[in-house]
């Protein structure tokens, strides 16, 4: 995790953390490093969420990037991976979008994409951080006829909607389902996207309002969308997070259907249909052991990763396999996109129920999943450095890890979006690791809070 850029790009409280300033030199700074010295207009796209603050950053995004030459494409209200898409359809010379993800609405965030469509690897994000945050190379502005341009595409949401309906193998007639759209991104898209697919929908949380945002909705808060599946003669509910690039989903009798879930169904019909690159799927170290079991019971090998769906891409693309993601339902499909996309991810589940003619209650029973019990401790983003070196802390992980021994597994991480230090424990018995879970949480508080 860098000084500036966590694992999904820069992120803050906006006007405190994430002032107009910090936007404007990273936009400065990303023209510098994403382009060459002999492309004077290179283009950039930018999307954003509904987060009040969006408009704010996107203004200053612009104003550090035709300061130095870069031409725009406002996008308007998009998804994450619409972005990452209209890149490549648009031919590009990188991407921005602006949001905060699942957080609340006082946060947001940047994440930016090469030209490839890609998040930007470690090193790249470095080297922006080294201009804006120690200087290391001058700001290149321009004047007179080389300042950049500003145009805005208002037909991006329908080129990105056309994209997801040309990967679905098999359309949704006759489906009934509940959309989630979190008062996000997926408001703009959602209806239109899975109406076209033959869906009949039922809205909820579609009225973005600047402030309501992941608010009591979304992956992140199932029980509305729970409550609503159990008390309506549905197929499925999927609910997506603010920028729509995670997707959720809810079986036909009101069980949350996670990410681990997802890739097991979607891994086991690509395995059976020879799709299945490598017979192999990415995860990473918060899957599930389930997960694992279920793998190892179908043939198909499992490869884990650090938390973060760019670190599950990037195993992606070195060995060629084409399905990955996390329990939080960032699910890549990379034969169809270059990140997690919630909206394709719930389009091709609900093709895949279709087509089989199988309730989603019955498609998840091929997994087990072992109690898992998660604690998020606040402390500040200093404290979150402190973790690292404090030894007290390191012994008394270790001292469970051998406690608990086979039975289960102990994960205690940083988070690389929030002010939050994680603390995880699986295994067979419920109560032994929420037990052991407590324990190291109040240790955790005690110390660094």
């Known amino acids: ?63 550090g990037l035709t300061s130095v030459g870069a ?68 700001y290149p502005y321009v004047v007179n006829e080389n300042l950049g341009r500003v145009q805005r595409d208002d037909n991006a949401v329908n080129d990105y909607i056309d994209h997801i309906i040309d990967s679905v193998p098999y359309r949704l007639d006759g489906m009934k389902v509940a959309l989630d759209c979190s008062n996000g991104s997926s408001s703009y898209t959602a209806e239109r996207l899975f109406t076209s697919l033959g869906a009949e929908c039922h809205m909820l949380y579609n009225k973005p309002d600047g402030i309501n945002i992941n608010r009591d909705c979304g992956s992140t808060h199932m029980e509305n969308l729970v409550e609503y599946i159990r008390n309506h003669d549905l197929d ?36 059976l249909r020879g799709k299945l690159k490598k017979d192999t799927v990415v995860g990473t170290v918060m899957t599930n052991m389930g997960f694992n079991k279920y ?16 670190y599950v891409l990037e195993d992606m693309l070195r060995e060629g396999y084409n399905l990955g993601g996390e329990q939080s339902g960032h699910i890549i499909f990379l034969d169809f996109s270059t990140t997690g996309d919630g909206q394709l991810t719930g389009a091709q589940l609900l093709s895949l129920i279709n087509r089989r003619k199988e309730k989603l209650s019955s498609l998840a029973a091929v997994m087990k999943r072992y109690p898992q019990v998660l604690i998020n401790v606040k402390v500040s983003n200093e404290a979150k450095l402190k973790y690292y070196t404090d030894h007290e802390i ?19 991480r940083v988070s690389g979006t929030e002010p939050i230090i994680r603390v995880m424990l699986e295994g067979e018995c419920y109560e032994e690791i929420t037990d052991y879970a407590n324990r190291l949480a109040d240790l955790v508080r005690e110390r660094l809070s």
Do not use: W
């Open 71 to 138: 031409n725009v494409i406002s996008l308007g209200v998009v998804p994450t991976p619409a972005v990452a898409y209209l890149i490549r359809k648009y031919k590009a010379s990188a991407g921005i979008m602006i949001s905060a993800s699942h957080n609340s609405f006082e946060f947001n965030g940047i994440k930016i994409f090469s030209s490839d469509g890609y998040k930007l690897p470690d090193e790249l994000e470095e080297e922006i951080e080294s201009i804006v945050l120690d200087k290391a190379e001058p």
């Open 394 to 412: 390191k012994d008394e992980i270790e001292k469970v890890k051998n406690e608990l021994g086979d039975r289960g597994r102990v994960l205690v």
């Open 236 to 271: 499925a509910g999927l609910a997506f997070d603010g920028d729509a690039d995670r997707c959720l989903a809810v079986d036909e009798k009101g069980a949350i259907i996670d990410g681990d879930f997802i890739m097991a169904i979607c891994a086991g019909d690509l395995k």
């Open 1 to 63: 995790m860098g000084r500036l850029f966590g694992t999904d790009g820069a992120r803050g409280i906006a006007n405190s953390e994430l002032t107009c300033k910090l936007a404007m030199n990273i936009g400065k700074a990303a023209a510098m490093v994403l382009t060459t010295k002999d492309d004077k207009h290179p283009t950039f796209l930018i999307g954003k969420d509904t987060r009040l603050s969006s408009d704010m950053l996107e203004g200053a995004l612009i104003a």
């Open 295 to 310: 793998c190892e019971q179908n043939e198909i090998k499992f490869v884990s990763t650090k938390v973060g769906d760019r």
